[in-house]
Structure formats: structure tokens, C-alpha cells
């Protein structure tokens, strides 16, 4: 109840041209992954009186387990860009940039109601849907 | 890391002995207690690890119980072929504490007295829990607090095994300074209103050396729901052990405790007087799932938990019972 599990992420880039296919996949599924965790989990919360955080640590911070990571698709839109090298654009941080927005549109196409904080928890799921 | 002296006791009466030492602490698999004394939250001067007592670490099946020793891990008790077709709901429980790596270690003792894993007590905040007088959820970040059985501490009770242990009505062994005694699961646990420090009544000295389990009468069938924020490695937020003894479709008794919701295993009485002798229909699991969270007092940010809690009394004991 009120559980998200993401079961399919696919994404498609205009990259330029993919120089080195391997390692740009895995980019795109670090950043796949991570998106998912920021629509989903991860929230750094503080004690308002001291300032320190709260939710600490590699289990604190609620990252996506292998449990959790859906099979990601990719797909390359390749294109020629004459102004980088070999004809390549940039890669590393777009791939982070559609997932949380992505993640909350397929929760609103399943459900039809907006959550419009991030992350989006259970709490604030069963809250929409009470 | 402060340092610490590691001892090896080969039975219990020396393991009892070298815990009156000054700042002794028992270890079982040390998955949790190594990182608590990395984070300054226990500094002991000497650690007392029995994984050297001998046969601790057995499940015998005796004529009428199962008795399972305090040092078994959680991973052999999740695939002892026999605890999971007499107790399932044990079986299932172990299986879904944290990582197989820390499943490989940790044991059922250490599961059952697991420190809390509320955030201001594991920041070393100076909460009840480490010795101070006020619990800051309160006021605070609380989305993962009790919802039943808080005041003056809210920490939610943080083991699997235990509302498993008291749905199946274990008896718990315990040997320490004065001797040895077995309590009902029941009693084995404390609200913090009795000591808001501690999760349990063991005296100091005190260890946890095994559970006893009736067998099942026929017709019994268990199972533990754990409901996680993700598919893996979280407490849980909210679970169900659920046992029923069934005759065809109707329900003889029940045994329903609840974990993730309060600061001990939080057994359920009245859903389980309402189900007995009854046939178990989606009306009357639905019933019972409001009957479960009758007198929550949830705080300010962990209200979900009371549908939470409806959803999963409902489901669990509807598909326990149907179950072919």
C-alpha cells in the first residue's frame, strides 16, 4: 500500500556522437539510478534545534539496492555536433536531469493525482490518495 | 574507536562470569554492536563474544517444542527446512531482516536485542535511549515512530524475529549473575513506561540464550508480512506476524502481532478474540484491520501508519486464510 516500484526506466539522449558506447550506457543507468532514488527516497532530514542530519550513513541515505534498480533501456538519439570533440556532446549529469520528473509522471499517469514535492513517499502517496 | 579487550568464553557460566567485568557487553554476530562502538554509542572495555560456547548455535526438535539456540544466524534459521513448514512465520521473518551478508552473521539473540534504529539515538542525541531525558521525535522528524505503546520514548521496536517469536509464543531462556530463568515472550519485552533506556527486562549481566516453541497444533499456518520503503534492507515500517489455526475454513484462534508500530512487538488481543471460531471473509478481515489500530496515537508525521497498519492486518490474515 502506497508502495512505488519503478519496473522499466527507458532513455533516450542526443549525445552527438557516442565515442565510447559502453561506459556512456553506464552513465546513463548511474544517472537512471539515482534519479529513481531522488523521486523516490532520498532526502537528507536535519534536527532543527542543532542543525545535524539525522538520516546519515550509506543506510540512512535510502539509495536504490540492486532490488530496487528497474532494467534501464537506452537509447541514442546520435547527431553530428560541430562544435564538440569528434562531434560529441555532453553526457554525465543530463542523465540525472528527466528521471525524478519522469518517475512523478508515471506515478500521476497510475494513479491520477500530483505529488509535487520530491521525494515522493509513502506518506505523502497515501496522503494524496486518502 | 575507543579500544576493547575480545574474550572467548567456552560456556555459559564463564560467559555470565566475564560479563560482571566493568563495562562487558555480550556479542552475538557484532553486525550492529561493532558499529555502534565505531560511533561512540556503546564503549566497551571488553567484549564477550559467545559464538565460542558450544552448541548455541543448534535447532533440536524435541517431543512437543522446537527449541532454537540464541547464536543460530539468521540465514540458517530462514533455510532450516523444519522451522519453515512447522513455523513459518519465524522462517519468513529471519529471511527478511537487512542484507545476506548480514544475514550470514547476525543471530537470532542479537535480532531479538537490537538497540533501536531511530535516528537521534543512533546520532547520539542525548534521548532517553542514551541516557538523557527527553525523546526528540516528538517534536521532530517522526515519520518512522510508534504509533501505539510511545510516551515517554517513541522508538518503534526494531527486530523481525521478535513479533514472529511472540505470535508463535515462545518461551525465552535467559542465564545470567543469579541463574537461569524462561519467561513468555510477552514479558521479555518492556514499554519505555517501565524503562524508557531499555526494550527489554533483561538485568544487567543478563543474556539471551535461546527461545522454545510449542509445536504447532494441526491445522496451523503463519506468516510474516514486512511492509519496506524500498524492496530491500529497511526495518520494517510496518509488519504483521499472523498465525491462525484453522479447521476447513474456520478460524479456531489466532495470534496477530504487529512490528514497525510500537516500542515492543505489539500484540493484538481484541482482533484476535474478534476472529476466533469464525470463517475468515473479506468482511471480517476488513473488520479486523480497523479493530487493529483502534487507540493509535500517531504524531505528527507518521499518520499514514494507521492505513498502513488497517491494510496490512487486513490483507495478511484475508490471504493466510484462503490461502489453498
Redesign the interface.
Known amino acids: 500500500?502506497?508502495?512505488v516500484?519503478v519496473t522499466k526506466y527507458v532513455a533516450a539522449h542526443d549525445s552527438g556522437r557516442v565515442v565510447n558506447p559502453l561506459t556512456a550506457e553506464s552513465q546513463v543507468k548511474g544517472g537512471a539510478t539515482m534519479g529513481i532514488g531522488m523521486a523516490?527516497?532520498e532526502e537528507l532530514?536535519y534536527?532543527?534545534a542543532?542543525g545535524?542530519?539525522?538520516?546519515?550513513g550509506y543506510?540512512?541515505a535510502?539509495i536504490?539496492?540492486?532490488?530496487?534498480v528497474p532494467d534501464v533501456e537506452v537509447i541514442w538519439v546520435e547527431s553530428e555536433d560541430p562544435y564538440g570533440p569528434f562531434g560529441a556532446k555532453t553526457l554525465g549529469e543530463p542523465t540525472i536531469i528527466p528521471s525524478p520528473a519522469s518517475v512523478a509522471n508515471a506515478i500521476y499517469n497510475a494513479i491520477g493525482k500530483r505529488v509535487k514535492d520530491l521525494p515522493i513517499?509513502?506518506?505523502k502517496l497515501?496522503?494524496v490518495l486518502? | 574507536m575507543k579500544s576493547f579487550a575480545n574474550v572467548n568464553p567456552r560456556d555459559w557460566k564463564d560467559a555470565v562470569a566475564k560479563l560482571q567485568q566493568p563495562n562487558a557487553v555480550a556479542v552475538g554476530g557484532g553486525s550492529d554492536l561493532l558499529g555502534m562502538v565505531k560511533e561512540h554509542l556503546v564503549q566497551p572495555d571488553t567484549l564477550v563474544h559467545l559464538k565460542a560456547i558450544r552448541g548455541q548455535d543448534q535447532i533440536a526438535r524435541k517431543a512437543n517444542a522446537l527449541q532454537i539456540g540464541g547464536l543460530v544466524t539468521l540465514d540458517s534459521l530462514s533455510r532450516e527446512p523444519g522451522v519453515r513448514s512447522s513455523h513459518t512465520v519465524l522462517a519468513e521473518a529471519a529471511e527478511s531482516v537487512a542484507t545476506p551478508q548480514i544475514r550470514n552473521v547476525g543471530t537470532l539473540a542479537g535480532n531479538v536485542c537490537q538497540r533501536p534504529w531511530c535516528?537521534?539515538y543512533?546520532?547520539g542525541?542525548p534521548c532517553f535511549k542514551n541516557g538523557g531525558k527527553q525523546c526528540?521525535s516528538i517534536t521532530?522528524?517522526n515519520?518512522f515512530h510508534a504509533i501505539f505503546g510511545g510516551g515517554p520514548s517513541f522508538i518503534v521496536h526494531p527486530s523481525d524475529t521478535a513479533p514472529a517469536l511472540m505470535a508463535l509464543d515462545a518461551a525465552f531462556s535467559v542465564t545470567g549473575p543469579k541463574g537461569s530463568r524462561t519467561l513468555p515472550a510477552a514479558e521479555f519485552f518492556a514499554l519505555p513506561r517501565v524503562d524508557a533506556a531499555r526494550e527489554n527486562v533483561l538485568a544487567p549481566g543478563e543474556v539471551l540464550v535461546g527461545v522454545s516453541l510449542p509445536l504447532p497444533r494441526p491445522g496451523t499456518r503463519s506468516t510474516y508480512h514486512k511492509?519496506l520503503?524500498?524492496?530491500?534492507?529497511?526495518h520494517a515500517?510496518v509488519s504483521a506476524a499472523v498465525v491462525l489455526e484453522m479447521d476447513q475454513q474456520v478460524c479456531k484462534s489466532a495470534r496477530i502481532v504487529l512490528g514497525g508500530v510500537a516500542p515492543i512487538p505489539w500484540r493484538l488481543p481484541k482482533v484476535e478474540a474478534l476472529l476466533a471460531g469464525k470463517t475468515i471473509t473479506p468482511e471480517l478481515a476488513a473488520q479486523a484491520g480497523e479493530l487493529a489500530v483502534e487507540g493509535a496515537n500517531p504524531l505528527a508525521?507518521?499518520?499514514?501508519k494507521v492505513?498502513?497498519t488497517k491494510?496490512?492486518v487486513r490483507r495478511t490474515v484475508l490471504d493466510l486464510a484462503t490461502r489453498a
Do not use: C, I
Open positions: 500500500m502506497g508502495h516500484k523516490l527516497h532530514l534536527d532543527k542543532s545535524l542530519a539525522l538520516n546519515t543506510y540512512g535510502r536504490l539496492t540492486h532490488k530496487d513517499s509513502r506518506d497515501l496522503g486518502a | 535516528w537521534y543512533r546520532n542525541f526528540f521532530g522528524e515519520q511492509v520503503d524500498r524492496e530491500a534492507w529497511t515500517v508525521k507518521n499518520k499514514y492505513p498502513l491494510a496490512v
